[in-house]
């Protein structure tokens, strides 16, 4: 294990700590347990969902209904499993009778979520659901770019149908099922990039080295 990892681990639990007591809005007043979301300090893929549902707030875990049986599904046909990815809400407390997060709660979350991709520093962030996508791709709609990968520095950001819309309205399961599927091939040209980045970087110490 890295400092870089030891590092990693030591905010994500952090975070974690913080959410689990955290007062910042008003649906602290109404959860059962608050939900920081797990996986590896390093995932190369971090999947980013609204809020939680009834169960993830009963267990204090994301994506453990059925949507989240779905999603386990989804990632094994992208040749992932869930312990390979990191997977958290725009939300962490879960908004009563499954409302839409409003504004301010999604607003009060935000520091946490930013500490979170900033200690995992993933390839690859998939955005799960319109209030996810919007952080990224403020006043588009998910029926027009759900599964186009967009650049955001050296990372991707994809968006997709929540799992749980899917569920809901079948017709969507194979546009969900789809964009999933392009995973390996993201996650490959995330690698490239990383490599010539890495390349690029051993220049300079190469060419000093002759002097």
């Known amino acids: 294990m890295t400092l870089d990892d030891e590092a990693a681990i030591a905010e994500l639990d952090e975070v974690a700590a913080e959410v689990r007591v955290c007062p910042l809005c008003e649906l602290a007043r109404t959860r059962t347990h608050a939900v920081p979301g797990e996986g ?16 993830e707030d009963q267990q204090g875990r994301p994506f453990v209904g059925n949507s989240g049986k779905f999603l386990n599904e989804l990632l094994a046909a992208a040749g992932l499993e869930r312990e390979d990815v990191f997977i958290t809400n725009v939300v962490k407390c879960r908004p009563p009778g499954n409302r839409d997060p409003l504004p301010d709660e999604i607003a009060a979350c935000s520091g946490y979520l930013d500490r979170q991709i900033q200690a995992i520093n993933p390839d690859i962030i998939v955005t799960l659901g319109r209030f996810s996508m919007a952080r990224w791709f403020p006043g588009e709609r998910i029926s027009k770019i759900h599964g186009q990968a967009k650049r955001d520095g050296r990372r991707l950001i994809v968006p997709m149908y929540h799992p749980a819309a899917a569920l809901h309205q079948g017709a969507l399961r194979g546009a969900i099922t789809d964009d999933f599927a392009k995973l390996p091939k993201l996650l490959a040209e995330a690698e490239r990039t990383r490599s010539v980045e890495a390349e690029q970087a051993a220049k300079p110490a190469r060419q000093m080295g002759m002097f």
């Open 40 to 55: 590896p300090p390093r995932a190369r893929v971090m999947l980013i969902g609204e809020g939680p549902g009834w169960h």
